[in-house]
């Protein structure tokens, strides 16, 4: 099992940044994918992007150059650096936690944060 909790939303006018924080119940290593979605109003929720426990980061097109997912020192947080934010960055932001194997293998996600960028 492994318990997600996000924080660090808020809002921001467009231009500024953000960075949102996810905290693991479990090690962070022990982790195959961890991920961070977005669901703005009357849209499907869509990968933002991810990180492997191998460090290996891949992100959504739109943010690529904006965006970082980065691991805590304390191995157990993951954290999304938002910046050059958009009004269209608008959304809940999720945190995902994909386990491939035992123990604990399956599909976590957390409560969600609040991102709103006004313009």
């Known amino acids: 099992q492994v318990q997600l909790v996000e924080s660090g939303g808020g809002l921001v006018q467009a231009g500024g940044s953000l960075r949102l924080s996810c905290a693991a119940s479990r090690s962070i290593f022990s982790i195959n994918v961890m991920n961070w979605y977005r669901q703005a109003p009357g849209k499907q929720r869509e990968l933002v992007g991810s990180?492997?426990?191998?460090?290996?980061?891949n992100y959504e097109d739109s943010v690529k150059g904006r965006f970082t997912i980065s691991r805590g020192n304390d191995k157990n947080t993951v954290y999304l650096q938002m910046a050059s934010l958009k009004p269209e960055d608008t959304g809940v932001y999720y945190c995902?936690?994909?386990?491939?194997?035992?123990?604990?293998?399956?599909?976590?996600w957390g409560q969600g944060t609040q991102v709103t960028v006004s313009s």
């Open positions: 990180i492997t426990r191998g460090g290996t980061t």
């Open positions: 995902n936690a994909r386990v491939f194997l035992p123990p604990g293998e399956g599909d976590y």
